[in-house]
């Protein structure tokens, strides 16, 4: 299996709250990330977290991290038709500067 | 903008063509990435220079050739190509490879067809 996993795909009503999860095996990661990518575009950093941190939050993003079981969550509050995007999560670990990253989750916005 | 430029957005070449992607970044980065992007995939890490030298090959075939003529520009020569090379080709920078917790700035990406 891969080393990190997110769901290919999440649809959400406008104005609700969007929760985006990724899962990873390696429990050397020192830092973890949420990329962004819009469509016809590259990825933007949106935000990331140092793996002593069980939360972190930016405006509408509230990143969370549960270490133990290996789970990192993205939640948007107030989804607006301009989070439509992929997410991508990836992690680097301490053993290799590499970001090792997941498929990505497709946002939908419904009306 | 990002400030990762990537030259062409769009690319349709056939199976026997030699073709180049262009990747420019001028944030004063020293490292330089090329991934690839196929639907429903992981992102793959193809190649890593930093300070000029390659010092990343993921098993990449050699009909992808990288080149890196100083820390702004960053090419991938492309010759020979089968179908299932069709993707997006992202470039990317960051201000060195083995810095913990260093962002990386992507470019727009070069979608490439094989026909």
């Known amino acids: 299996g891969e080393d990190v996993e997110q769901s290919l795909f999440l649809s959400v009503r406008e104005g609700d709250s969007s929760v985006i999860n990724c899962t990873y095996t390696?429990?050397?990661?020192?830092?973890l990330y949420w990329y962004k990518q819009e469509p016809g575009a590259g990825l933007q950093l949106l935000t990331y977290?140092?793996?002593n941190m069980d939360m972190k939050q930016d405006q509408r993003l509230t990143v969370l991290l549960n270490k133990k079981d290996k789970h990192l969550s993205l939640r948007i509050a107030d989804t607006q038709t301009g989070d439509s995007a992929i997410y991508f999560c990836a992690e680097k670990r301490d053993s290799n500067y590499q970001l090792i990253w997941g498929a990505g989750t497709k946002l939908i916005i419904k009306p | 903008e990002t400030g990762v430029t990537q030259t062409p957005r769009h690319l349709v070449m056939g199976m026997t063509n030699k073709k180049s992607l262009k990747c420019e970044q001028h944030l004063g980065h020293n490292a330089m990435y090329w991934y690839k992007q196929s639907a429903k995939k992981p992102l793959e890490l193809m190649f890593v220079y930093n300070f000029k030298e390659q010092t990343e090959n993921n098993s990449v075939p050699s009909r992808f050739s990288p080149e890196c003529p100083n820390s702004s520009h960053l090419f991938l020569h492309l010759h020979t190509l089968q179908p299932e090379d069709s993707a997006l080709y992202l470039c990317?920078?960051?201000?060195?490879?083995?810095?913990?917790?260093?962002?990386?700035?992507f470019g727009q990406g070069t979608r490439l067809t094989v026909v």
């Open positions: 390696d429990s050397s990661s020192t830092y």
């Open positions: 977290i140092f793996s």
């Open positions: 990317a920078s960051s201000q060195d490879s083995g810095g913990v917790g260093t962002e990386a700035f």
